[in-house]
């Protein structure tokens, strides 16, 4: 071990220097009770917080005008899964009638009718935005998206041909009649309620009908250009089938169209079946997913009452989820838009991710995390190097065995290739595969079936337990000796989304770390006792106690007049137990830096409690995904985790935290930390009440924000100017 890293039995002494005796501290002030739930921010309001703030970067003139338009959709897609998952739940707590307050003493109900009551305001704000702020611009700019009283008779030819031709064929009206009931709509399809006047060819006349577009059908169309030829144009689908929707219903009149769209609860729930059943039984909960319970309805912001009651009792809603929307009620399908132009003055400079000089391709990788150990932070600098090691070990032939887990991958995985093509190049291949990554789970079960069939042997991890922790075992035979190489990220192994979500890499031939990685994998494949990492921290077994033992270090510090701080930087802060570590902490004088991209139930600056703890949220071009926890005084100051700081990561998932042993990525990694803190172009602060603060920058501080800093130090043009 060199000199930079730190030994773990040292470590091992001071965890035993500050003995768990149980998890949750008492409050350093008698007459507070921790357990107060006014000290807690609720889960999903503070979810609905973090959206909001996503919403606001649509409204941002810095950004590139297709850059906003993106952020608006995002907003969209958040808010779906929020109600497919999050909402649905509370929803299903009421129907069996398990009300329970949450640690902030909110019920279900009292939760539900808040989120309704934000979210109503907030998709206000967000098709006004569109209709007054994203449209008129991308207009000004030649992309132009026209509604039906801005068809010339051209155009108004041309798409009677299009409906002809590409939609009348495929859509089946639907009747509403005794032998017709109400058809089961998809999830988030996008349809239209009429009200007809006459009678049809059999005499019938019951004056509703039911119109489903099916998914095949593009949402958005673009208008050839010898029709319009003045830039790009788009029309919408409901725009063709509201024009020409009498066509469905010869000899009839429509008196009222109106789109509408159901979301459902698509949370999937699988009893604990045999290991072997479980592809076979996920295979059949995906297809019920289409058909949940609905959550939410989104109508036309013209519909008439007489309709939307109709709907609302058919789907078994209530008025409080029934939302106008004054635009497409499937919003989120413009997201086509961005492969149909190619307008890059419209969105954000492109950049290329750095590749440090010792993982360049044609390298060998083995040679340079020999050397020492790579860090990598993307998507600054490149995930390219990962697959790259994947690819060289299932071509050397030292290589013995690959262990790898994969939660979420791009399509047409590279890794995948790579780790078939090892199998059967006679290595031994194991592959831990989550097939319940949420909406990645068809996905999963595909490269699963590659896999076998490759010869690798694929487990589904441990049935109850997530396998959520990103880590990637390599033995390789050198020198007549067998050696591991190991890989762990903060983030998936997913090359397309390296590019979009800020995540931490290590490479490293550690022995210990190694050993600690190979340990783990032992206990997902196999069978056996409690195991026990000499480095690693995993969940869920040693996480949780780890990191309260870790708090309480540096709160004992405080209490004995020495500096102490604590900076973590996560995705959400939901746990009450860390919380309430965090608070005595605080309490104790430990300064506390807390990077939390979106939920964070902890309160902030509450005197006597959390004077000393700041919470500030960074949203920018790159989704902030990595998780890393600074202990100052530990002998690892710098944990890198798959983990947010959440009830499910730290007790129902597979987790590991893992220290950065080379004090030179350590001193990196703090280094990059304080950008963050000191940012004050992209970031926001939580206040005590809830609310959320955008700070504006001061005189001094730097023109860019820390995601722009990093960009600029980090990428191939950086680091090729230097």
């Known amino acids: 071990m060199s000199n930079n890293q730190a030994n773990p039995a040292d470590m091992q002494e001071q965890e035993l220097s500050i003995p768990l005796e149980s998890i949750g501290c008492p409050a350093i002030a008698a007459d507070i009770d921790l357990n107060d739930s006014n000290y807690y921010l609720n889960r999903e309001l503070s979810y609905m917080q973090f959206n909001l703030r996503v919403l606001d970067q649509a409204r941002n003139k810095q950004h590139p005008l297709l850059e906003r338009l993106m952020f608006l959709l995002i907003f969209s897609s958040n808010l779906d899964e929020f109600y497919e998952i999050r909402v649905s739940g509370l929803k299903k707590q009421l129907g069996f009638g398990r009300q329970r307050p949450g640690p902030d003493g909110k019920y279900p109900q009292e939760v539900m009718s808040e989120v309704h009551q934000i979210v109503r305001q907030a998709l206000q704000e967000q098709y006004r935005i569109l209709n007054e702020e994203l449209l008129p611009a991308l207009a000004a700019t030649k992309i132009k998206f026209l509604y039906r009283h801005e068809w010339d008779e051209n155009l108004s030819s041309w798409t009677q041909e299009y409906f002809r031709n590409e939609v009348l064929p495929v859509i089946s009206p639907l009747g509403l009649d005794p032998a017709h009931p109400f058809p089961r709509l998809v999830n988030k399809s996008l349809n239209f309620i009429l009200s007809l006047e006459g009678k049809d060819a059999f005499g019938r006349d019951s004056g509703l009908a039911i119109v489903p577009a099916p998914r095949a059908l593009p949402r958005l169309i673009k208008v050839p250009s010898h029709i319009t030829p003045d830039g790009d144009n788009f029309i919408f689908l409901s725009s063709v089938i509201h024009e020409h929707v009498e066509e469905f219903f010869p000899g009839m009149k429509v008196k009222e169209c109106h789109q509408f769209r159901v979301t459902r609860n698509s949370d999937l729930e699988m ?207 050198e020198n007549g000796r067998l050696k591991r190489y190991v890989h762990l990220g903060t983030g998936n192994y997913h090359r397309k989304n390296s590019l979009s979500y800020t995540d931490y890499s290590l490479m490293t031939c550690d022995e210990i770390l190694c050993s600690d990685v190979h340990k783990v994998f032992q206990q997902i494949t196999g069978m056996g006792k409690k195991i026990s990492p000499d480095l690693i921290l995993h969940a869920p077994f040693k996480l949780m106690k780890g990191l309260v033992q870790l708090i309480q270090q540096e709160k004992q510090f405080a209490l004995e007049g020495k500096p102490a701080r604590i900076i973590a930087k996560v995705n959400a802060l939901t746990d009450p137990v860390i919380i309430r570590e965090l608070y005595c902490a605080s309490q104790s004088g430990v300064k506390i830096d807390l990077i939390v991209r979106g939920i964070c139930c902890l309160k902030p600056g509450v005197p006597g409690v959390s004077e000393n703890i700041r919470v500030v949220s960074i949203i920018g071009r790159f989704l902030e995904h990595s998780r890393v926890f600074y202990f100052a005084n530990n002998a690892f100051t710098v944990y890198c985790s798959s983990a947010d700081l959440m009830e499910r990561n730290l007790q129902r998932r597979i987790e590991i935290a893992y220290p950065i042993l080379r004090k030179k990525w350590v001193n990196r990694i703090l280094e990059e930390l304080e950008l963050y803190l000191a940012d004050r172009q992209q970031s926001w602060e939580l206040m005590a009440d809830g609310a959320y603060k955008k700070l504006e920058p001061c005189i001094g501080d730097p023109a860019d924000g820390v995601q722009a800093i990093l960009l600029n130090s980090l990428s191939t043009h950086a680091m090729a100017s230097r």
């Not at 499937?330 to 838009?337: E, P, V, Y």
């Not at 994969?406 to 078939?420: C, I």
Request: glycine share 6%; charged share 25%.
């Open 271 to 477: 009893s604990n079946v045999e290991v072997e059943d479980v592809a076979s039984a996920l295979q059949g909960e995906l297809h019920l997913r289409r058909f949940g319970a609905a959550a939410k309805l989104e109508v036309g912001a013209g519909c008439p009452a007489e309709l939307t009651d109709f709907l609302l009792e058919r789907f078994n809603l209530t008025e409080e989820e029934l939302f106008r929307l004054d635009g497409p009620v499937n919003l989120q399908r413009l997201m086509a838009l961005f492969s149909m132009i190619n307008r890059p003055d419209l969105r954000f400079p492109p950049f290329s991710p750095g590749t440090p000089t010792a993982l360049e391709e044609g390298s060998c990788i083995f040679t340079a995390v020999n050397r020492e150990d790579q860090l990598l932070l993307h998507p600054y600098q490149s995930f390219i190097p990962v697959i790259d090691w994947v690819r060289q070990a299932a071509r050397d032939p030292g290589v013995i065995s690959i262990k790898q887990t994969l939660y979420r991958t791009n399509e047409s995985s590279e890794l995948v290739e790579s780790l078939s093509e090892a199998a059967r190049n006679g290595k031994e291949v194991t592959v831990v595969i989550e097939l319940r990554a949420r909406f990645d789970e068809e996905e999963n079960i595909q490269f699963a079936s590659i896999l076998q069939e490759a010869g690798a042997v694929v487990v589904y991890g441990v049935m109850g337990y997530k396998t959520h922790a990103k880590m990637l075992l390599i033995v390789r035979r």
